[in-house]
């Protein structure tokens, strides 16, 4: 795998700028080098998601994950009975979706705007893009984002592990 540089003097996009801004807001970020940065924002996207707005349903194809910027997301699940259950409450810093830019499997839950949001998306394309062309870049940001899968995974465990009958 080439190290592909961004050519310095290759200014980003007015939309770029702004993924760029929103990216530097967040501590999951802090290791990457300005350059870093640059190749990130020219690989991910932002979106606006108003108050009881879908930012995907349970069982829709999977091909990007969201890094939440700003508001509160609800992640619903759908019992046995058929109602829908709160499962999660995502905000600033939280990450929704990592499986799907890995497994390419449906969504395993709905995900709907409690509040006015902002999220910064990757899609499957961009994250293959990031790893072929820009390997450390890659690299680095599937360690973050396993880890994130891994804390969460911990947290469901110990949730479930509660909610045990003895």
Known sequence: MKKIPVAPDQELTENEEKTRDLILTLPLFDAFRTDE???????MNHAEILRGEHLFAEGDKGDFMCFVV???????KTSTNGTYRVIARLGKGNTIGEMSIIDKSPRSATVIARQPSV???LTKKGFD???NRYPVVGITLL????????LNMRLTTSKLADNLPD
């Open 119 to 121: 999220v910064i998306i």
């Open 37 to 43: 940065i640059d190749i990130l924002s020219r690989h």
């Open 70 to 76: 700003r508001g509160l997301l609800d992640v619903l």
């Open 143 to 150: 360690k973050k984002i396993m880890r994130l899968l891994s």
């Open 129 to 131: 893009i990031l790893t």
